[in-house]
């Protein structure tokens, strides 16, 4: 889509070719030539990052969310807590496998103690939080790390509902005794309690490849 004027450019060259009419080598590498991706600016790689980030990581909140109800309504919040002990994991390496980038979820406040933050994904993090504390909208946003070969997009998450504070709120109004006592067994460095709605979570990082995004466009 990127190119469609050079491949507009290059059927309406050739049609006008008679159908007996032999396309010399040379006359194909001229217009071959012309379908070449023009030079790429800074700022159309950052947009199409943005855009495939923001793609990639919305089609993975929306198959762990989809996984995680499926899961509360055929074994209750309890075999919920169970299921992403197992299975939230594998989702996201099976994603970032399938889009050939590195995606995670991090927090300060994780329960899983593998998604605490980076030094860099901590900055971005602050500034996040900086934000809701003032009623300032989120953006998702896009950092070169790694001399520039990666981009790093991020997108904060926020506690949408209060499905989410069943296991994330409260420890006296919101998780049930029961339901506490399977996550200090599951995660007994737990520190993603005593969430309100609106509240930071924390958020999406991924490592998308420059080539990649490049190849893209």
Not at 52 to 76: F, N, P, R, Y
Request: glycine residues 6%; hydrophobic residues 40%; proline residues 4%.
């Amino acid at each position: 889509m990127k190119h469609f004027p050079y491949f507009l450019l290059a059927i309406v060259f050739l049609v006008s070719c008679g159908p007996r009419e032999r396309i010399s080598k040379e006359v194909f590498d001229k217009v071959n030539n012309s379908m070449e991706a023009k030079k790429l600016s800074e700022a159309q790689i950052t947009q199409e990052a943005l855009i495939w980030g923001d793609s990639i990581s919305t089609v993975a909140q929306q198959q762990l969310m989809s996984s995680l109800h499926k899961a509360v309504e055929e074994k209750g919040f309890g075999g919920a807590i169970s299921f992403c002990n197992v299975n939230a994991a594998p989702i996201v390496s099976e994603l970032s496998e399938k889009y050939g980038v590195q995606i995670r979820r991090t927090s300060f406040r994780a329960r899983n103690q593998a998604n605490l933050p980076t030094a860099e994904e901590s900055q971005i993090l602050d500034a996040y939080q900086y934000n809701v504390e003032n009623s300032i909208e989120n953006e998702p946003n896009i950092q070169k790390i790694e001399g520039g070969d990666i981009l790093l997009y991020t997108k904060a998450i926020v506690i949408p509902s209060e499905f989410c504070l069943a296991c994330h709120g409260e420890v006296k109004n919101d998780i049930e005794v029961e339901l506490l006592d399977k996550i200090d067994s599951l995660y007994p460095n737990d520190l993603a309690r005593g969430f309100g709605l609106g509240q930071l979570r924390g958020m999406w990082s991924l490592k998308i490849p420059k080539k990649a995004v490049v190849n893209r466009l």
